[in-house]
């Protein structure tokens, strides 16, 4: 099961840290995804973290949110962690957390085609408001 925890009202500019909580799940040897799905537009992938073991927990962000966002993981803690820093209203979402059931994610390309088709164990968002 994923939790996705630390949605909230924030203001242009602003920072927050979301986080996937994890259990019944060895969080260590899979990569995790970050999701997000504004209102009345499609879900689209925000990032991926590869597995310590696979990759030394490499991870990836799309172009959009790269230099402002990233993701981290806490293997002890079984949680994944999205930063957001410099957040924009654009990036007002629901956040989501999901698993491909590899070590690695998918190629970049794939990842941000496919926007978490076929993954496994989503939760039921946070939201994230980017508003004056």
């Known amino acids: 099961q994923f939790v996705e925890s630390g949605g909230d009202l924030v203001q242009p500019g602003g920072s927050l840290r979301v986080s996937c909580s994890v259990s019944?799940?060895?969080?260590?040897?899979?990569?995790i995804g970050w999701f997000r799905q504004a209102p009345g537009k499609e879900r689209e992938g925000v990032g991926c973290?590869?597995?310590?073991?696979?990759?030394?927990?490499?991870?990836y962000l799309r172009d959009s949110v790269n230099g402002r966002f990233t993701i981290s993981r806490d293997n002890n803690r079984r949680t994944v962690h999205l930063r957001m820093n410099n957040l924009k209203p654009e990036d007002t979402a629901t956040y989501y957390c999901a698993a491909p059931l590899a070590s690695n994610c998918p190629d970049s390309s794939v990842f941000f085609r496919e926007n978490g088709a076929g993954w496994h164990y989503w939760g039921a968002g946070t939201l994230v408001t980017v508003s004056s």
């Open positions: 973290i590869n597995s310590d073991e696979a990759s030394d927990g490499s991870s």
């Open positions: 019944g799940f060895t969080l260590e040897y899979y990569a």
